[in-house]
């Protein structure tokens, strides 16, 4: 029988915040026939630098281009989980729904900004959001995930508890993994630009 392969699951804050952080390494995992679903946990709909949309276009046209970026580096799942972009609190609701997501795709190994990561060097890489999107995913992934003392309501759904071996932390900082892409960095640059709104 043929070994079953690892499913990764990745979130991030905004549409295209995983394109810039490891689309290099989503495009290796799945050249290697690895699963890999991405989580997007707020709208982005206040990314209205470059265009100037209503927020229902902005969040519909963030949408599009964050499931073509996917498309480009192999990946045919994108969830939305649709906070608004800016505002995302670290509650127990929305620690509910991230336990919801990695209970419902199981993932083997889960990839989300580092929690840890608070140089404050730079404006966009510390955004607010993407602070709090590390720190809800790393909370609901322990103790939450994997036990049905946490979010007894999701069980009554069917929604189970579920084990994951790994976390990938993408971040600059001190890195303890790497993945080379240099096969495939000319699919993580087609991958940003599919981000027309932002780029």
């Known amino acids: 029988m043929e070994k079953r392969k690892k499913k990764f699951l990745v979130f991030s804050a905004h549409p295209d915040d995983l394109d810039f952080g490891c689309a290099g390494t989503t495009a290796t995992l799945t050249a290697k026939g690895y699963e890999v679903v991405y989580c997007i946990l707020t709208n982005g709909e206040k990314g209205t630098h470059k265009v100037k949309q209503t927020r229902e276009e902005m969040i519909a046209m963030r949408e599009r281009e964050q499931q073509a970026a996917g498309r480009v580096v192999g990946v045919e799942k994108v969830i939305f989980l649709r906070n608004t972009d800016g505002d995302l609190e670290h509650t127990r609701e929305v620690r509910r729904e991230v336990t919801r997501v990695i209970r419902q795709v199981m993932?083997?190994?889960?990839?989300?900004?580092?929690?840890?990561?608070?140089?404050?060097?730079?404006?966009?890489?510390?955004?607010?959001?993407?602070?709090?999107?590390?720190?809800?995913?790393?909370?609901?992934?322990?103790?939450?995930?994997?036990?049905?003392?946490f979010f007894p309501e999701l069980a009554q759904e069917d929604i189970l508890p579920h084990q994951i071996e790994e976390v990938w932390f993408y971040s600059p900082e001190k890195p303890n993994h790497y993945v080379n892409i240099n096969a495939i960095i000319g699919k993580k640059i087609p991958a940003l630009a599919r981000h027309e709104s932002q780029i």
């Open 107 to 149: 993932p083997d190994i889960v990839l989300s900004m580092d929690p840890a990561n608070h140089a404050f060097d730079s404006f966009y890489r510390f955004h607010r959001d993407h602070r709090v999107t590390a720190e809800i995913v790393f909370d609901a992934i322990y103790p939450g995930v994997g036990s049905d003392s």
